[in-house]
């Protein structure tokens, strides 16, 4: 690709031109793209059903832009190497002639086992070569993927597959992680006993454990591969059809399946990685996010391997066997951007800088932050121990939603600052509202981040229900994409993204609905009625904070405690596990009946000195009670 942006007046540049006749610079960065046929148009949309359709009528298919496109010159050079969680077990290196012959494999395989064009996937597997070449083949075959993170528990997946209404499901049979061997295949089957539209079930052998295989249901990965053809001919596509579907929480109910479609998806997700991680050809590049979230989708696999990168997939955690094994990684594979979340550095910034003395680091060139806002201290840790004080660090704010990063520092280019995701990139308009929805201009201001124009990686829909992504993100703000994000431009025109404005919180870089976590806790027989909030936490960015009130009537407090947490564990998965219980007596509440999350969360903050004027509540003696019961 040849849109690099290579200096900060080339990007000033940029920007006004994508702003003044978006058009124009989209037509060009989509150029550079292998079509079967061109758009008719670059973009329709108007925000108010909403309906937004980018490269108007183009054909094409995302797999021969990734394979294809590469295997002429490039055919031999790595597309992926995958460093599996037993730094002893030996690395796998797939070329991209490699990676092409085994998507077209699989990718005959599915259509063998009956998957046809439209039809949904789950992809609930580790993090292993096997995931991103299950994608692509869904993506060759012009089937729809839904990537669920394996960490997920039976009956999140089972409220995936339902809602998509899948006829495959991907997976594994356990998975390795650190020192724990976990189970995949049997959340599978448990899942499986409250769906009912899954046809077949591949399962990749990873752990050797044992597990149950279903007769006619279950295939093994390597027999149904077994004698299938290296050609497959990419299914054509139009740049509007679904690419892939990925469930995301919001304020409300159960999690949604946000939709991304293939033709604009393709095109930002590649221009926006070649720019914020200036990606040369040869570098390594690694991203330590797995490919259930979107940072898998559009920064391991489809990004990178759009532009003809090496993409580095790591299948374990950085704290096993030792917290040095990032930093072992980036010397073994001698990687030139690294991307990470907060809440990793801050757990490593932890142990000191001890774990990374034995290593030089000195290949990195680019390190970014994706995930959550980035405190100073951790930006200062990672700026001065990792990229000892000579790699740019790539602040990258955006969304599920926004299938793309939004606002970043381009690296080398943007001059940084801390916490500070600074400026958009070219053919992103931000703008900042107030409660009024009046848009606050020049800098020095601060308010709720909206975006007024269309771009291109935008989610279509939510899947099944598209009134519903109309209510959430273009209700509020009429004529505005919300993001759900607060903000502030300081005075040099930098954006420092705030945090949440509405009740989803981000725990560990994981988003989650406090409504979500309620819903588990109230399934708890003995829980009356619950509360959940986030609350600032050292390594995790925010923790849960659940009050609960409960019939305690045969258990003592630690048991319901203990009850509580298994309970959501199983309903949603551990990461949405509560760090802080409080049984209370009541829930603050307003006349109208509506629970006072604003006093709940100054509670759990710590912050009882300013908890405003109580006395309006249906019953304010609760909040003593609360204050003098909490942590
Ligand atoms: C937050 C992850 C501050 C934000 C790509 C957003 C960030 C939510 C940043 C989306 C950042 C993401 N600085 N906050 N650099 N990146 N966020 O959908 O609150 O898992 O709305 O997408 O994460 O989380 P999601």
Not at 250 to 274: E, I, L, N, R
Not at 397 to 406: A, F, N, R
Request: glycine share 8%; charged share 25%.
């Amino acid at each position: 690709m040849s849109n690099k942006i290579q200096t900060l007046s080339g990007y000033i540049y940029e920007y006004q031109r994508s702003v003044q006749d978006p058009e124009h610079f989209w037509s060009r960065v989509a150029d550079s793209f292998f079509w079967h046929k061109r758009w008719d148009k670059v973009v329709e949309w108007n925000f108010e059903e909403p309906r937004v359709e980018w490269f108007k009528n183009a054909k094409f298919n995302i797999t021969e832009n990734i394979l294809e496109r590469h295997l002429f010159i490039m055919g031999d050079k790595p597309a992926i190497i995958w460093e599996p969680n037993d730094p002893d077990e030996p690395h796998v290196t797939l070329t991209y002639q490699q990676l092409h012959d085994e998507v077209c494999r699989f990718a005959n395989a599915m259509k063998a086992q009956g998957i046809q064009k439209g039809d949904r996937v789950i992809i609930y597997i580790p993090m292993v070569p096997e995931a991103a070449i299950a994608m692509l083949a869904c993506a060759r075959i012009g089937a729809v993927h839904s990537v669920v993170f394996a960490g997920f528990s039976a009956n999140s997946l089972s409220d995936r597959i339902n809602d998509c209404q899948a006829k495959m499901v991907i997976t594994s049979d356990g998975n390795f992680r650190g020192s724990k061997k976990i189970d995949v295949k049997s959340v599978v089957d448990e899942a499986l006993e409250t769906t009912s539209s899954i046809e077949k079930v591949i399962v990749l052998k990873r752990t050797g454990q044992e597990i149950d295989m279903k007769d006619g249901r279950d295939i093994w990965w390597h027999d149904v591969i077994e004698g299938m053809s290296k050609v497959n001919k990419a299914e054509l596509m139009d740049a509007e059809d679904m690419l892939f579907i990925l469930y995301t929480s919001g304020s409300t109910g159960k999690p949604k399946g946000v939709v991304h479609t293939c033709g604009g998806y393709m095109v930002y997700t590649a221009y926006s990685f070649q720019n914020v991680f200036q990606y040369n050809h040869g570098d390594v590049y690694w991203c330590t996010a797995d490919v259930g979230w979107i940072t898998g989708h559009s920064y391991i696999v489809y990004g990178p391997l759009l532009c003809g990168a090496t993409t580095l997939m790591f299948e374990g955690v950085p704290t096993f066997p030792d917290p040095g094994r990032f930093w072992a990684i980036c010397d073994k594979h001698q990687v030139n951007q690294f991307y990470t979340a907060p809440t990793a550095i801050r757990a490593l910034q932890a142990y000191g800088t001890g774990p990374l003395e034995p290593y030089k680091l000195n290949s990195l060139r680019v390190i970014g932050s994706v995930g959550e806002p980035i405190n100073e201290e951790a930006w200062h840790w990672y700026h001065d121990h990792v990229g000892k004080g000579r790699c740019p660090i790539v602040d990258t704010w955006w969304q599920t939603e926004t299938g793309g990063i939004l606002i970043s520092p381009i690296a080398g280019v943007t001059p940084t600052k801390p916490s500070y995701a600074t400026l958009p990139m070219p053919g992103i308009q931000p703008v900042i509202l107030d409660n009024d929805g009046k848009e606050l201009t020049g800098n020095s201001v601060e308010g709720n981040l909206c975006i007024k124009y269309p771009w291109p990686s935008m989610l279509r829909t939510t899947y099944g229900d598209h009134e519903r992504c109309r209510q959430t993100y273009f209700s509020s703000f009429k004529g505005y994409y919300f993001t759900g994000d607060g903000v502030k431009r300081d005075e040099d025109g930098y954006y420092r993204i705030l945090g949440r404005v509405d009740d989803v919180i981000n725990v560990s870089g994981h988003r989650m609905g406090t409504a979500e976590v309620e819903n588990a806790i109230n399934e708890h027989p003995k829980v009356i009625e619950s509360a959940v909030v986030g609350y600032p936490h050292d390594i995790k960015g925010q923790g849960i904070y659940a009050y609960v009130i409960c019939d305690m009537e045969g258990r003592t407090e630690e048991n319901l405690k203990a009850e509580i947490r298994e309970t959501v564990n199983k309903i949603i998965g551990p990461i949405a596990k509560p760090d802080k219980i409080q049984i209370v007596p009541g829930l603050p509440k307003t006349r109208s009946g509506k629970i006072m999350r604003r006093i709940l969360r100054k509670i759990a903050t710590g912050e009882t000195s300013s908890l405003g004027d109580t006395s309006t509540l249906l019953n304010p003696e609760v909040v003593e009670a609360i204050i003098e019961g909490a942590f």
